[in-house]
T-cell receptor, first 113, second 112 residues
Framework: DVKVTQSSRYLVKRTGEKVFLECVQD?????MFWYRQDPGLGLRLIYF???????EKGDIPEGYSVSREKKERFSLILESASTNQTSMYLC????????????FGPGTRLTVT | TQLLEQSPQFLSIQEGENLTVYCNSS?????LQWYRQEPGEGPVLLVT?????EVKKLKRLTFQFGDARKDSSLHITAAQPGDTGLYLC????????????FGTGTRLTIIP
């Protein structure tokens, strides 16, 4: 079974703090993704990576950066957390293939106060 | 821009009833996937439909891909409280990259 794990299920941070969210997958998938999910707005792609050290912006990259130094690990960084970044953050991975089915982690519910 | 519209947005029914939710687009997709997300968890892949007109069954869930590959439906027979969750359809981008387009979601509640 594919397993995607995220470093924290719940996180509370203060405005202005630097926040690191980490994601690890154990299935040797090439692609990894970070989304945020907010009520009424659905899943929105922040960044994705198709290879080690490679990254591409998604739909809402502002205020975020990412790092992928190893194939199995993809980190999301909030450089200076703000209250409007309070959200559910979901990591996913997918193999190369025609359908690109994604496998998600359990999510991190981040609250910025 | 490829969009996937799901309907209804919310659905609340009694245990034992049948239901159908829909996923529609004006764009052709090479395949469509369905995910279920339980409260506080990440989405879980249920099925992928690939061929126009294809029907796949997963216990009490029946998935169909439209003939023109622009739409899909999910039918649940004799719904149970364990079916409660957010149902998302998704399809690969036609721009040759690894991204998926996700639908707007149907939030289903089964009342015991």
């Amino acid at each position: 079974d594919v397993k995607v794990t995220q470093s924290s299920r719940y996180l509370v941070k203060r405005t202005g703090e630097k926040v690191f969210l980490e994601c690890v997958q154990d299935m040797d998938h090439e692609n990894m993704f970070w989304y945020r999910q907010d009520p009424g707005l659905g899943l929105r792609l922040i960044y994705f990576s198709y290879d080690v050290k490679m990254k591409e912006k998604g739909d809402i990259p502002e205020g975020y950066s990412v790092s992928r130094e190893k194939k199995e690990r993809f980190s999301l960084i909030l450089e200076s957390a703000s209250t409007n970044q309070t959200s559910m953050y979901l990591c996913a991975s997918s193999p190369w293939g025609a359908h690109y089915e994604q496998y998600f982690g359990p999510g991190t519910r981040l609250t910025v106060t | 821009t490829q969009l996937l519209e799901q309907s209804p947005q919310f659905l609340s029914i009694q245990e034992g009833e049948n239901l159908t939710v829909y996923c529609n687009s004006s764009s052709v997709f090479s395949s469509l996937q369905w995910y279920r997300q339980e409260p506080g968890e990440g989405p879980v892949l249920l099925v992928t439909v690939v061929t126009g007109g294809e029907v796949k069954k997963l216990k009490r869930l029946t998935f169909q891909f439209g003939d023109a590959r622009k739409d899909s439906s999910l039918h649940i027979t004799a719904a149970q409280p364990g079916d409660t969750g957010l149902y998302l359809c998704a399809g690969p981008s036609n721009f040759g990259n690894e991204k998926l387009t996700f639908g707007t979601g149907t939030r289903l509640t089964i009342i015991p």
